[in-house]
């Protein structure tokens, strides 16, 4: 290779770092397997950081909103992202919304004309054996490619339909009805007490409505494309459980045997259980309740659980086709392959859900890949920064055993309890703020 670094994906984190890499001096191949005659059926053109589903970057609030801060602090790194984005922006309120077109055109001519990076359109089949390397093909990687990893990793990393359970933040949860306990009380605990989940107890009734909400919900339709992929039988989404009889979830993931409720000193007639999700333990993911009803008919009938009346979600269920790494244990804090560190992983391979975050984690692999190239010490940037929080998430301090591609969210920040909640939004962002900037002036690993 006569590169310094090999990307292997044109989508938005590949563009990301060849970028961040070219303007700090190093040369890129950029292998983009579109253009070659061979495409995922999901991408409609040849043009690099084509936007697949929707045109948004979701909110570019950087006061109150998480995604909005990622946003402020990828453009304080110079983001090939964001530039482009707000060339092509088109009118979307307080959101980021682009025309699709305008937008990937601006990203593959800004690569185009960098004389730090070269295209090829080609397909790569196999891992490089040698050479930095920064895997960014994203959630819908070929087949052999994947296979490939697959036997780096010794994972199953063959693409399938994967169900993700819903992840409440837990603060919202009323601790007044839920009570924390494990079944028959055994368990680690914090304090090795037993209390590893929250329980949320439903009555005869309460549980007959929600099994009948759970048949009636508005379910997500399949693309052509995805119909013939197949879910896991152990990620069942829970209406499908639902529908194979009235009692099948208070035997299985709504079963209520071992879990004294303290106000009554009985056995509910169901339970809804919660499992830790980070380290923090201001993430709650809730057992079992893989989904593929639509966001908002989720939202409306998980808050009739008890206790979840006034839930706020940092994660919605869902159903779709997506190859991923358990990062947590397959990755370094540099994002790179434990056992073969010439290679990084970068995008929503690592498990980030979403444009943004796959730029944000494609950007900070190409500051990695620099840095190493200059043969200097990488600086994380501050745990509680947007992109801080969001790669720490990736790199460890997710629960690796739950681990599901997830959006930037204050619950992955560092909390704050001293402040009253309906100020804590604006103190995580001026924290992450003041933070980021003392990080800014102190690095001087990766200089543009």
């Not at 839920?178 to 590893?196: T, V």
């Not at 299985?252 to 509910?268: E, I, N, S």
Request: glycine content about 10%; charged content about 25%.
């Amino acid at each position: 290779m006569t590169q310094d670094v090999h990307i292997i994906g044109g989508g938005l984190a590949g563009s990301e770092a060849a970028w961040q890499l070219a303007r700090r001096g190093f040369t890129v191949r950029l292998s983009e397997m579109r253009g070659t005659g061979e495409t995922s059926p999901a991408h409609q053109t040849d043009g690099l950081a084509e936007l697949v589903c929707s045109n948004s970057f979701r909110s570019d609030d950087d006061t109150k909103n998480a995604v909005g801060l990622l946003h402020h602090e990828m453009r304080r790194l110079d983001s090939l992202i964001m530039r482009a984005a707000e060339t092509a922006q088109v009118p979307a309120g307080s959101a980021l919304a682009v025309d699709r077109d305008i937008f990937s055109a601006e990203v593959q001519s800004t690569l185009d004309a960098h004389p730090n990076v070269e295209i090829v359109r080609e397909r790569v089949d196999d891992l490089p054996q040698g050479g930095m390397t920064i895997v960014a093909t994203g959630p819908l990687t070929a087949a052999r490619l994947a296979q490939s990893i697959g036997t780096a990793t010794g994972k199953d990393s063959l693409a399938f339909f994967d169900a993700i359970a819903p992840i409440v933040h837990f603060d919202s949860i009323d601790m007044q009805v839920c009570w924390k306990a494990s079944r028959w009380d055994k368990g680690s605990g914090p304090d090795g007490e037993g209390k590893d989940y929250i329980n949320c107890p439903m009555t005869k009734e309460q549980y007959l409505a929600f099994h009948q909400g759970l048949i009636d919900g508005e379910k997500t339709d399949f693309k052509e494309w995805e119909e013939e992929t197949p879910y896991f039988e152990g990620c069942m989404p829970i209406e499908v459980m639902a529908s194979r009889g009235v009692d099948t979830l208070r035997y299985g993931p709504m079963k209520p045997v071992g879990l004294d409720d303290p106000r009554t000193g009985r056995w509910p007639y169901a339970v809804v259980q919660l499992r830790q999700d980070n380290k923090l333990g201001t993430l709650w993911n809730m057992v079992g309740f893989q989904t593929k009803l639509k966001h908002r008919a989720q939202v409306e009938l998980f808050r009739t659980i008890p206790g979840l009346e006034k839930a706020e979600f940092a994660r919605l269920g869902g159903l779709h086709r997506n190859t991923f790494l358990n990062s947590p244990t397959l990755l370094d804090r540099q994002l790179r392959l434990k056992g073969a560190e010439h290679i990084r992983f970068a995008g929503q391979i690592t498990g980030c859900e979403g444009y943004v975050e796959s730029s944000a984690v494609g950007l900070v692999a190409g500051l990695m890949a620099a840095t190493e190239l200059s043969g200097r010490e990488w600086q994380s940037p501050p745990r509680t920064s947007a992109l801080g929080s969001l790669l720490a998430h990736i790199t460890g301090d997710a629960d690796a055993e739950t681990y599901q591609p997830m959006n930037v969210n204050f619950g992955l920040f560092p909390p704050l309890h001293d402040v009253k909640k309906k100020q804590r939004k604006e103190a995580y962002t001026e924290r992450a703020k003041a933070d980021f900037g003392n990080w800014l002036s102190q690095m001087d690993a990766v200089p543009a």
